[in-house]
């Protein structure tokens, strides 16, 4: 399920086309208290967030080769909050100036009845996982730096390993399409966290 | 004779300008050092003087410039000197200059050092001679060693300092963490215990009542007998075969396909070898 590259679309009407600019990091276990820090000292002036969200990806497998994946987070520690449900498009390769990692992103908040839903839709659960981590913000940019758990039991959330002894560190942005001064800020925010952390554009097939 | 006088002109007026550029960058970098010293950053100061080497830079090309006539021909002789006020010249030098007199020719059409450090020169250049081509190669080729041997050990002490101070805490992120992290929440590296990451679909070989079929071909199988569609849609045939193996997640759901199907079991041979040979194509 391809589409072309979106931001080469003109915008004809209905939604208009959010994509997430995004570059990846990561930080040692015993790094991460001064990584807060700065983090508290650059980002906007708030509580600092923490959250505990189970993810779980769907995928329908269609005629074509490729499934078509869908994500479902719904958080552990907010009760109340609706499920969230995002579709990330395939990284528009080509432009080697851009310096973030730039795809279609749609989002929508759903009620909590959304697995039963993908499952009478025909997907299957490929793999869920939990994230357990703090949330940052400034301006449009969002920082979030999270452990990534296996869980051991499928549908138990209680029972969770962590991955690695790191922490990833997501700098994303959802913006219109075409805006790649975006991917600048966001550089520039990236060059304030060197060398605690390296943030980059990591291609996710490179590393199939 | 016209043609030089041009030449002159043109490059005459060519020098005024770079000149003038000249005194106002450094009229601008005086003002700048007087006025804002405090606020001064070494930066902006290097920036003053590069604009000035540039500026010097331009100037010199002017001056080598094939079209300029060397300068070093002509001559200027003051044809009158008196210590009265002229208003020309005032203007012309934008005040500096009120009288041309006798004390502000030498100055201004000086050609030559001054007689001291013309004597200076002359004693350095006596004594340089004196050593002879030798020796003087063998202190160029000395002196040049002092300064690599110099600047080698500036650096080492640089780079041992920097190492020094940062190795407790330069491994603060760790790559091989990063992509194993990003390939985990991208596609589920690593998540899934039970079943590898990018399995096949619902496709599981070797069903009963197939006995002779291929393990590939069994996919087609389903693709043949599956009346109503399923709710698994299988994959392409050429991907199945590929993937061929890996276990289902939904078994009970094929084998109602096959239940249901009332096909004759050489029927179904037959319509399958007809199936099979455009996917090989």
Known sequence: ???????????????????????????????????????????????????????????????????FVLRARRSLDRTGAPWHLRYLG??????????????????????ENLTDFLMEMG????????????????????????????????????????LSLSYLVELSVVAPAGQDVVSDDMRNFAEQLKPLVHLEKIDPKRLM | MQRE???????????????????????SFIYKLENEYDRLTWPSVLDSFALLSGQLNTLNKVLKH???????????????????????????????????????????LRTKPDPEVEEQEKQLTTDA????????????????KMCSNLLEKINKEERESESGGLRPNKQTFNPADTNALVAAVAFG????????SGSSGPSQPGQPGAGTVLAGASGLQQVQMAGAPSQQQ?????????????????????????KSASMHPYQRHASIRLKMFPCLL
């Open chain 2, 5 to 27: 006088e041009k030449q002159l002109e043109a490059s005459l007026d060519a020098l005024l300008s770079q000149v003038a550029d000249l005194k106002n960058s450094l009229g």
């Open chain 2, 189 to 196: 590296k690593g998540l899934s215990n039970w079943r590898p």
């Open chain 1, 1 to 67: 399920m391809e589409a072309p590259p979106v931001t080469m679309m003109p915008v004809t009407g209905g939604t208009i086309n959010m994509m997430e600019y995004l570059l990846q990091g990561s930080v040692l276990d015993h790094s991460l208290e001064s990584l807060i820090h700065r983090l508290r000292g650059l980002c906007d002036n708030m509580e600092p967030e923490t959250f505990v969200d189970h993810e779980m990806v769907f995928l329908l497998k269609g005629q074509q080769a490729s499934p």
């Open chain 2, 129 to 144: 001679a004196r050593i002879g081509a030798d020796a003087a190669q063998k202190q160029i080729q000395s002196l040049n």
């Open chain 1, 123 to 162: 997907f299957r659960m490929d793999h869920e996982f939990v994230a357990r981590g703090h949330l940052f913000r400034k301006g449009i940019m969002k920082i979030v730096v999270y452990k990534v758990f296996r869980i051991l039991v499928p549908g138990n959330t209680e029972n969770t390993e962590a």
């Open chain 2, 66 to 108: 094939e079209k300029t006539p060397l300068f070093r021909n002509q001559v200027i002789i003051p044809l009158v000197l008196s210590p009265d006020r002229d208003e020309d010249l005032m203007r012309q030098t934008e005040g500096r200059v009120p009288v041309f007199s006798h004390e502000v020719v030498p100055d201004h």
């Open chain 1, 90 to 111: 395939q990284p528009e390769m080509g432009d080697k100036n851009r310096h973030a990692l730039v795809r279609n992103c749609v989002d929508i908040a759903t009620s």
């Open chain 2, 234 to 258: 299988p994959m392409l045939s050429g991907v199945q075969m590929a993937q061929a193996g890996q276990p289902g997640k939904m078994p009970s759901g094929i084998k109602t396909n096959i």
